[in-house]
């Protein structure tokens, strides 16, 4: 089991920035990729940004060049730094901590990202 502890969501003006942690526990070696999904007000769940044990990051093209994902695998800890953040970026934010067996995704319990106009 893996357990994922997320902070850093909260209320920010547009054009500001916010940094999402989230720190692993648990049976962390299993896991090869960590990143960051939101679900929006009567949307789907979307994936943010994701980076594998090998350092490859991805990213939505919404957010491409305003948000970066990182990791410090010495805390087993990935975050988010969220720039120029726009009203379209308010949602939850989940951690995931990916792993190619069963039950091959865990998740954080979310964390509130509002972006007031």
């Known amino acids: 089991q893996v357990q994922l502890v997320e902070s850093g969501g909260g209320l920010v003006q547009a054009g500001g920035s916010l940094r999402l942690s989230c720190a692993a526990s648990?049976?962390?070696?299993?896991?090869?990729?960590m990143g960051w999904y939101r679900r929006a007000p009567g949307k789907q769940r979307e994936l943010v940004a994701r980076?594998?044990?090998?350092?490859?990051?991805n990213y939505a093209d919404s957010v491409k060049g305003r948000f970066t994902i990182s990791r410090d695998n010495a805390k087993n800890t990935v975050y988010l730094q969220m720039n120029s953040l726009k009203p379209e970026d308010t949602a939850v934010y989940y951690c995931?901590?990916?792993?190619?067996?069963?039950?091959?995704?865990?998740w954080g319990q979310g964390t509130q990202v509002t972006v007031s106009s």
């Open positions: 995931n901590a990916h792993q190619n067996s069963w039950p091959y995704d865990y």
């Open positions: 980076v594998t044990n090998g350092g490859v990051a």
């Open positions: 648990g049976s962390i070696f299993s896991i090869n990729a």
